[in-house]
């Protein structure tokens, strides 16, 4: 038995042993930086406030999501190697692994009857967690569930969003809501009761002060708190302004009656207050020009207001992952 008192050493050390089963409470961002990820075959993980919803989904496509495990109460942090294992403090992130001055500890095991204990342990886990979650739907709806709560957090600054955003040729997760919509600037009628019920804390304070971007919706468009909009710039046509912008906004609020309008009454506010948290993906010069011209094409019409007739989100929600292939395959060619 060696006691590991540093970061180094700890990480240096969890390399060596190159965990095939891993037993963690909480897995961040940069799990990939301190294990051998081809060496990997079994990890159980909490699936909890703490564990970053789309590193959990990262392991799962890695490894393949039947050979990823949730168990709610798990607080245990083990790798377990061939012939040697580590048991600590530290969770399988850069809070748990880098030099950020936390106060971790592990020890390194080499004994095999000490090692089997463990694997007899992380056996027992596996069982418990396949009676929580015994399929995927079950784990989906998990993280689905716990995304919202890290998306909260992050709003109000109670934790860092370290999600980088990728480009659109490397964005693949499930995990976020996007929804596509165009907008033209315009002075909004707002129903002050309606938004002082939904954000009591914006009482007092115009709308315009209190929100960074507004849009429209119709009151059965089905999109909720949290979800992402890519916006694009329409002109009168209904086609993108040849240079207008395209953006992301995130949803914060969704005010059902906030406008006072003909037909698009719900509000759904970015409040300047609070912080979106990390883009889908990145949105270049050259994706928002790709963007542009998609919308162009005439391919999909859903997406595009050309005539008097009411704008639903619905069907544009239907086109949005064909829309954003279509995308891909051109920055392709």
Request: proline share 5%; aromatic share 10%.
């Amino acid at each position: 038995m060696k006691l590991l008192v540093t970061a180094q050493q700890i990480r240096e050390m969890l390399y060596q042993v190159a965990p095939s089963k891993i037993a963690v409470a909480f897995i961040g961002k940069g799990w990939k930086k301190f294990i051998p990820t081809e060496q990997l075959q079994e990890i159980v993980v909490s699936p909890t406030f703490g564990s970053n919803p789309k590193a959990i989904e990262e392991i799962m496509k890695v490894i393949g999501d039947e050979k990823v495990y949730f168990l709610d109460q798990l607080h245990s942090k083990a790798y377990i190697g061939k012939d040697t294992a580590l048991i600590g403090s530290c969770n399988l992130s850069d809070n748990g692994m880098g030099d950020n001055h936390l106060m971790e500890m592990a020890v390194f095991l080499e004994k095999s009857a000490s090692i089997a204990q463990l694997e007899n342990t992380f056996e027992e886990y596996k069982k418990q967690a396949l009676n929580l979650y015994p399929n995927l739907e079950a784990k989906k709806a998990r993280l689905r569930m716990l995304t919202k709560q890290w998306n909260t957090a992050v709003w109000h600054g109670v934790t860092i969003d370290d999600t980088e955003e990728p480009s659109l040729m490397d964005y693949e997760s499930v995990l976020d809501t996007i929804h596509i919509a165009f907008y033209q600037p315009d002075d909004l009628v707002y129903n002050s009761e309606a938004i002082d019920t939904i954000v009591p804390e914006s009482k007092g304070v115009s709308p315009d002060d209190y929100f960074s971007e507004q849009l429209q919706f119709l009151e059965e468009d089905p999109i909720e708190q949290g979800d992402w909009i890519l916006c694009w710039h329409c002109n009168n046509d209904g086609y993108p302004r040849k240079n207008g912008d395209v953006s992301w906004m995130r949803a914060h609020y969704v005010i059902p009656h906030g406008v006072v309008d003909e037909d698009y009454t719900k509000l759904v506010c970015q409040a300047k207050n609070l912080e979106p948290g990390s883009a889908p993906f990145r949105l270049d010069p050259t994706t928002k020009e790709l963007i542009r011209n998609a919308l162009y094409s005439g391919q999909f019409p859903e997406l595009l207001s050309l005539d008097d007739s009411v704008w639903h989100l619905t069907p544009a929600d239907a086109v949005t992952q064909n829309f954003l292939q279509h995308i891909r395959q051109q920055r392709r060619e």
